[in-house]
Each structure stands twice: as C-alpha cells, then as structure tokens.
C-alpha cells in the first residue's frame, strides 16, 4: 500500500499573513489525505491538531532583544530550532513548505545546513522580501534597491525586523546569501507577478521561481458593480 505523503510547513505564525495560507494549505491537503504538520512560535493559544509550537514566548522574545542590539537577524537561542530538527528527523518528511523565517523564532543557519545535508526538497513561498534582502520585508517602503548587489546603510533599520544600535545589513546579506543559495531542490513560489520579476533580479535567480497568487475567500469578496461603476456607465451613455 502506497503511503501518504508527509510534509512539514513552517512560517512565523500561524494567524496571520503567510500563516493563514499555510493553515489554508494544510487543511486541504489533508482532505486529499496527506500527512500534513505545521509549526510556528509558541503564543498563549492551543495548538490545533497537526501544529506544533517549535519556539517558546521567552527564547523568542530573547532573541528579539540580542537581534535589536546587535542587528544579527537570526535566533541566538538554539534550543527550539534543535527541537525542530529532531522532530524532522523523526518524521523524514517528503517536502518541507517554508513560508516565513523572520521573527527571531528559527535558527535558518541550522535549518538550512540540515535541510542541504539531507536533501529533504523544499517549496519556499515567498510572502515578503525579506529572504533576499540585509534585513528589512519590503524595500519599496524605502525606495532601496542595494539588494540587487549588496545591503548596507539601511534606510529602515528601526523598521521590523528593528535594529536599534548596530546596521548590520550588510554582512546579514551575504550571510543570508550564502545560506539561501546552493540549494539541489527547491521551488521558490511567488505570490505574485511583481514579486517574481523582483525574485528574478535577486540571488534566488539560481532556483525555479513560480507564481501563485494569494487566493480570496470567495464567500466574503465577490463581484458586484458599485453605484459609482453604474453612475459611470451612464456618463458614458450619454
């Protein structure tokens, strides 16, 4: 009998943005009866089934601290990234679906040097920019294209993820580079057409970049002609 497929999905939480999507996508995989497990930081509810919490409130909220003296936007606290790996190793998953790996919570260095070792494929779907940048999510806040070479002297360094003392953009890209990059399987998914154009002038231009647009509840945004779209027809008829 043909055992069902397992994969892991990880993202920086499980409410909101990226985190919604993967619950989205774990719910409907395991209707088509896929092993499907998620995990996230730890926060004060309880984990619905299938989920696990990997960090706790306290390592991250250390880490958040170090990171916004330091500028070194990765977890210092190892204990919770181990955690992880354990259990990866324990459940030898078919595919891991990467979402988000900013928020203090995860040791990608860790992640990365396990995944690359193992060769375990990865789908890593690209919500923000902060994979392929020094430090910040969305560089168009700030009109800063540095990353197409290199980051240095962030414009946004009080901006999440915050730096309060040290830029440390620059060395945090390369080190992000040189962890991100020299993958054998990985499928990096855009989550639109603007982001895979971007995708394609950044260092993830070495993988498979594809898009999938987030989707809309259908139930709640549908498609109606507004009064204003009628009164503007009716200008035009005229």
């Known amino acids: ?23 989205g996508i774990a719910e409907t995989a395991r209707k088509c009866s896929m092993d499907y497990y998620t995990f996230s930081p730890e926060v004060k509810e309880l984990a619905p089934k299938n989920h696990f919490y990997i960090t706790s409130r306290y390592e991250k909220y250390v880490n958040k601290r170090i990171s916004q003296i330091t ?8 204990f919770g990234t181990r955690s992880f790996i354990r259990i990866i190793d324990s459940l030898k998953p078919d595919l891991i679906h990467i979402h988000g790996l900013h928020g203090w919570y995860v040791d990608y260095h860790i992640l990365f040097e396990y995944i690359k070792k193992n ?9 923000d920019c ?13 009109n800063c294209y540095k990353w197409k070479r290199y980051c ?60 999938i647009e987030n989707g809309i509840d259908t139930n709640i945004f549908k498609y109606s002609v507004s009064e204003l779209k009628k009164k503007e027809v009716l200008i035009k008829d005229f």
């Open 1 to 23: 009998m043909k055992e069902n497929k397992k994969i892991i999905a990880i993202n920086c939480n499980m409410s909101a943005g990226g985190g919604i999507v993967m619950m």
């Open 119 to 127: 060769n375990i494929p990865v789908v890593w779907t690209q919500h």
């Open 71 to 78: 500028g070194y936007d990765n977890a210092t606290i190892k």
């Open 130 to 142: 902060w994979a392929f940048t020094g430090k910040c999510t969305h560089f168009s806040v700030a």
């Open 152 to 211: 240095y002297n962030c414009p946004q360094l009080e901006k999440y993820p915050e730096s309060k003392l040290i830029d440390n953009s620059k060395r945090m890209f390369f080190f992000k580079k040189n962890i991100f990059t020299g993958m054998r399987n990985i499928t990096i998914v855009s989550v639109s057409k603007w982001m895979e154009n971007i995708l394609g002038d950044s260092y993830f231009k070495e993988y498979p970049i594809i898009t």
